[in-house]
Nanobody
Framework: VQLQASGGGLVQAGGSLRLSCEVS????????MGWFRQAPGKEREFVAA????????YYADSVKGRFTIARDNAANIVTLQMNSLKPEDTAVYYC???????????????????WGQGTLVTVSS
């Protein structure tokens, strides 16, 4: 399984970006997906997750109401729509996948088997 993240860039505070994670090597059916981010000098942290089935979504408190995770099973893509961006959202964003992922660990890095290479998001004030 390979993940390719894209869509990062430079945006002003209050703006929007849409990240995409293209998955190859298997279908997205029954695969839990997540987005994490890592700011300079900080640990990689959970941003959002999508359960393997049922459409259940989970968000970090810091992005709830501003970010939306979604999947397109036909295109094998998971997206992260980011609105009302803040300078503190600046980070490298990583997508992750876990076939048959367990909901209870989707907020943790250990809950995933596969990771993309990351895409940089920079929000200017």
């Amino acid at each position: 399984v390979q993940l390719q993240a894209s869509g990062g860039g430079l945006v002003q505070a209050g703006g929007s970006l849409r990240l995409s994670c293209e998955v190859s090597g298997r279908t997205l059916r029954n695969v839990a997906m997540g987005w994490f981010r890592q700011a300079p000098g900080k640990e990689r942290e959970f941003v959002a997750a999508l359960a393997r089935s049922g459409g259940f979504t989970y968000y970090a408190d810091s992005v709830k109401g501003r970010f939306t995770i979604a999947r397109d099973n036909a295109a094998n893509i998971v997206t992260l729509q980011m609105n009302s961006l803040k300078p503190e959202d600046t980070a490298v964003y990583y997508c992750a996948a876990k076939p048959g992922g367990i909901t209870s660990v989707l907020r943790t890095r250990d809950g995933y088997d596969y990771w993309g290479q990351g895409t940089l998001v920079t929000v200017s004030s």
